[in-house]
């Protein structure tokens, strides 16, 4: 857990939130300022700052948060009708928080491309 970083707080059970989804090495929640009907936040729980400071961090532990964040979908019943998955990276890539995390979006259309 990194100090003063608000999804290892989250993952950790400090900071409340609206769990989806938790095993030994990711945390799935709904975002509290949802961009879709449907806005899960996929996280790893051993922090890494963002997709491009992945040093050392277990390509496993990548697949297994992709894995999941489907098994997310098909869990909340828009696997068959489609859902958008979004890194963002870095301040230019719309990464607001510092801690790798995945959106799991759903529920509406999505236009391509985005931005």
Known sequence: MMDNC?????????IPSDKVFED???FAF????PQAPIHVLVV????VDSLDKLNGFAPEVLGHLMLK??????DLGVGEEGYR???NTNGNGGQTVYHLHLHLLA?????????
């Open 69 to 74: 964040t489907s098994q997310i979908a098909k």
């Open 24 to 26: 030994d090495l990711c």
């Open 44 to 47: 790893p729980k051993k922090h």
């Open 30 to 33: 709904n975002d509290i300022a």
């Open 107 to 115: 529920g509406r259309p999505f236009i391509f491309p985005p931005g």
């Open 6 to 14: 608000l999804f290892c707080g989250i993952s950790s059970g400090v």
């Open 85 to 87: 998955v979004v890194i």
